[in-house]
């Protein structure tokens, strides 16, 4: 018996989030663990991969897996199922993974859940916990097939970083034509900057900062934490930053360990993006802001006089 | 051209969140429904489709009969008619195989829906729907152009968006910027009661898993204000209070 991980890098070095999910695999304590990676990745970090309790390491080097073709990585992900006869994959939140694991599930005649926010409970059958109403409930759900696929949220399991390497094998799964059905033309693609969905602390601002030119103390303030900056929805609507900063229920599900929220009303819409931040620090003028009633720790006041202290203070901690 | 747009009738975004009969029903109790917020992107989408290509747009909807008004306000945006498979929409599984199923025989060059609903939040159910299908599948798109027979598409990837190409016919998973949300005009209100709305029964379905229960969040703690002239003391806060700096 194995679990198959599909771990997904960015430009060559993989993602955070699917060391987690290498965690995850590994916690679940079902078998070998085995990390499925496509296209290229620096072979270093794949073998690094066994630091997180990865076995064995399968690497599929068809170049055309470069892209994010969902259909080419649910055809190699249920071939490796086959090879390694796996019952259960693990995937880490992405832009692709709920769609992977859709197609995988079909392919591979399994059960499946995204979004699962914990390590299964075992006792009576499989039931994972998955986040519903966009983080505000909860659903306990048995996966009742042989064969599972799961999708996992950020913090489903302890991080960890220990033993050794992984020993790193190709593999060459048959791909058809009609797996890589389109044609990337272009990116458009943030470089350098800390994204949203792996962040640890985010600094988001709303309309309260009242235009676009306002923005160096949020960004500011954000380099001093190491910090991505977000932003609520009618200042991405309104073009004062890119729709990819976006947060909350129509915009990025963000669940950082520190998320402040700079003249924000706090919307329920908002709200449901980031309610399963660990710490929220709101900092709003209106003391009646809907906002307060979600928070850690609130500031009345100022925006504007507000940010700029609690940079230096920052900086301050830090030096 | 034949659009496809799949719709969820999910409780209002505002809806308090509750459940009844220990935990294993969601609480319908003064609920307003809508038409999930990513689906009236992708039906917004299809009406500029069809006001600038030409084509004849059905909805489709997996539902008892009380989703009908949710999918008369779909017809009023300006959908041509629309088809409610007649079942509670029990898991996704279930759901993309009814959409499959009826899609399977219409022909249709795009089928458009939301991302993820906002009640379960999968995010599978196009993915589902393209495999069964054996249609490629796109998700999250930001931006739908046509050109001919290609269609042109900006999805979204982490930190930015891809500029891909793709023939129809495919499923997509919508998501904003791709339209602006439309309302329903008098017209539309009006000459919506009249369209056809089919009403069809379900296909046999497995379900592969079981709702055991629902559970909400722990009650947030009390918060703590800082005065503005204290960023220090907030900082100190952070750093030895809740340990996240
Ligand atoms: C279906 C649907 C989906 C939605 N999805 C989302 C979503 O995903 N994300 C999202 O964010 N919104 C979403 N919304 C919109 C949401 O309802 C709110 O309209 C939006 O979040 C408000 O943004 P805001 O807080 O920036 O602006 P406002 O509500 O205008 O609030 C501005 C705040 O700034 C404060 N302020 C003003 N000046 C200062 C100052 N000098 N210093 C400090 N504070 C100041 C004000 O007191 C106020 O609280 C959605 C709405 C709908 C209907």
């Not at chain 1, 006869?85 to 769609?99: E, Q």
């Not at chain 1, 949020?218 to 200042?235: F, H, N, R």
Request: net charge negative; proline share 5%.
């Amino acid at each position: 018996m194995s679990v198959i991980v599909f771990v997904e890098h960015d430009e060559g070095r993989i993602k955070k989030s699917s060391r987690e999910a290498v965690c995850y695999a590994s916690a679940i304590d079902a078998g070998d663990v085995i990390a499925l990676v496509c296209g290229n990745a620096e072979p270093k970090e794949m073998e690094l991969l066994g630091q997180n309790g990865a076995d064995r390491v399968l690497h599929a080097t068809e170049s055309r897996l470069d892209h994010g073709d969902i259909q080419a990585y649910a055809s190699v992900i249920s071939q490796a199922m086959d090879n390694e006869n796996a019952d259960i994959v693990i995937l880490a939140k992405s832009s692709v993974s709920d769609a992977v694991a859709a197609r995988t599930a079909i392919k591979s005649n399994a059960s499946f859940a995204t979004n699962v926010t914990e390590l299964p409970n075992t006792s009576d059958g499989f039931m994972v916990k998955r986040s519903i109403f966009t983080g505000n409930a909860f659903a306990w759900v048995k996966l009742l097939k042989a064969k599972k696929i799961i999708g996992i949220s950020k913090n489903a399991v302890a991080y960890k970083e220990e033993g050794g390497s992984a020993e790193v094998s190709d593999f060459s799964p048959v791909l058809n034509e009609s797996d890589f059905n389109s044609t990337v033309t272009g990116r458009d693609k943030a470089t350098g900057v800390v994204l949203l969905p792996e962040a640890e602390i985010i600094v988001s601002g709303g309309r309260g900062l009242k235009g676009p030119e306002n923005w160096g103390m949020i960004e500011d303030l954000a380099e001093a934490l190491g910090a991505a900056t977000g932003c609520s929805k009618p200042v991405s609507d309104l073009e004062w930053r890119p729709h990819r900063e976006h947060v909350g229920q129509t915009g990025v599900k963000v669940s950082p360990n520190l998320y402040i929220a700079v003249g924000i009303s706090g919307a329920i819409q908002h709200l449901a993006g980031v309610n399963s931040s660990k710490v929220i620090v709101v900092i709003n003028k209106d003391p009646e802001a809907p906002f307060f009633n979600a928070a850690d720790y609130g500031v009345v006041g100022d925006a504007f006089e507000v940010v700029p202290k609690l940079t230096d203070a920052v900086k301050a901690m830090r030096d | 051209m034949k659009i496809l747009v799949c719709i969820t009738h999910v409780p209002d975004t505002t809806s308090r969140i509750a459940f009844t009969d220990g935990d294993t029903k969601f609480d319908t109790n003064g609920v307003q429904y809508i038409i999930g917020p990513y689906e009236d992107y992708a039906i917004a989408r299809a009406i500029e489709l069809k006001e600038s290509h030409g084509a004849a747009v059905t909805v489709v909807n997996v539902g008892g009969a009380e989703t009908e008004p949710t999918i008369r306000k779909a017809l009023a945006i300006g959908a041509d008619d629309a088809i409610r498979i007649n079942a509670d929409p029990e898991d996704s599984f279930f759901v993309a195989t009814q959409i499959a199923n009826v899609a399977k025989d219409g022909d249709y060059d795009l089928i458009l829906m939301g991302r993820e609903s906002i009640d379960f939040n999968g995010g599978v159910v196009h993915g589902m729907v393209g495999e069964l299908l054996g249609i490629p599948s796109v998700s999250p798109v930001m931006k739908l152009d046509i050109d001919g027979n290609v269609s042109k598409i900006a999805r979204e990837i982490e930190g930015g968006k891809e500029f891909i190409e793709l023939k129809m016919p495919f499923v997509a998973g919508c998501q904003e910027p791709i339209a602006e949300w439309k309302i329903p005009n008098m017209r539309g209100i009006m000459t919506a009661r009249s369209k056809p709305l089919n009403v069809v029964d379900p296909v046999d379905s497995e379900h592969p898993d079981k709702l055991v229960k629902f559970e909400l969040p722990p009650p947030k703690g009390t918060i703590k204000m800082i005065d503005p002239g204290q960023m220090d003391e907030l900082v100190s806060l952070l750093k030895n209070e809740a340990k996240v700096l």
